[in-house]
């Protein structure tokens, strides 16, 4: 079965730290670019950040940017997603995705939702929760 399955969350307090993974089944984490997502309650699902097939990473949210650190394992098949100085504002449902099944990200925040689309490959999820 081609899916993602995400792992690594937790509840933790303001300022500390988590690490998510995005671990790929029925295909290679090289295969695609990886989007990373999060759904805020009552808010709409946002695209903060891709990674490319060759290594390089783009951080689309502000908020994230110098907190927030992709990797890749080709072993583990997996994507991890370092989050450091985590703020109650983190507090979300965070997903991974491939990023219209394409090999690059845009670097271009509109353009990368264009590109995303119904055959994307998407995890279930796991909940970030933030205490202040």
């Known amino acids: 079965q081609v899916q993602f399955v995400e792992s690594g969350g937790g509840l933790v307090q303001t300022g500390g730290s988590l690490r998510l993974s995005c671990t790929a089944s029925g295909f290679s984490i090289e295969d695609f670019a990886i989007g990373w997502f999060r759904q805020a309650p009552g808010k709409e699902r946002i695209m903060f950040s891709c990674?490319?097939?060759?290594?390089?990473?783009?951080y689309y949210q502000d908020s994230v940017k110098g907190r927030f650190t992709m990797s890749r394992h080709s072993a583990n098949n997996t994507l991890y997603l370092q989050m450091d100085s985590l703020k109650p504002e983190d507090t979300a449902v965070y997903y991974c995705?491939?990023?219209?099944?394409?090999?690059?990200?845009?670097?271009?925040?509109?353009?990368?939702?264009?590109?995303?689309?119904?055959?994307?490959?998407w995890g279930r999820g796991t909940q970030v929760t933030v205490s202040s």
């Open positions: 990674f490319s097939t060759d290594g390089s990473s783009f």
């Open positions: 995705a491939t990023a219209g099944r394409l090999s690059r990200c845009y670097s271009h925040y509109g353009s990368a939702l264009m590109a995303l689309y119904e055959g994307d490959i």
